[in-house]
């Protein structure tokens, strides 16, 4: 959304005007674990220094960024659980928010600032996306202020399948 020159999306906005900060230098990030040199394999070694079991994987049982593999294995390991993520992906293919499969989600990067933009629109493939987005963000002559790559829509709990497919396919 355009502002008085400020590009406004979710929690993060993009100014054009000169001498704004880019977000790395706006807010200082931290990883606790990462600066005690803990990585993977040191966290499962403290855990069973102290007598404990190695937990799994965290996640839920109906995660978007599950592999394949994982989803075939919470098959096998607990076939209830696997039904209730079909029937949720059912229940929301179905549903008002389902975009459908001709959505797109178009992730740029602002080529001055770095600050990156995720945007959705309707479009018949990533070309339109693509110049949909340009135009929304009075990005449409060049040089373009944007490197932008559009992604089709997700059609289900899984990221580029639906689960019930991967299943049957």
Known sequence: MKNGGTYAVGNFSICNEAGIPKFRDRYKISYPLREFGFDRSKCREV????????????ACFFCPAMRQTEIQRLAKVDPDLHRLAIEMESIYRGGKHFLGENHWTVKAVHKETGEKETWDCTAID????????RYAFDDASRPYKYKVKAYPAVPGLGRDFAWAELMTG
């Open 126 to 133: 990533a070309v339109t996306a693509r110049r949909e987005f």
């Open 47 to 58: 855990i069973a220094a102290a007598g404990l079991p190695i937990p799994p994987k965290s």
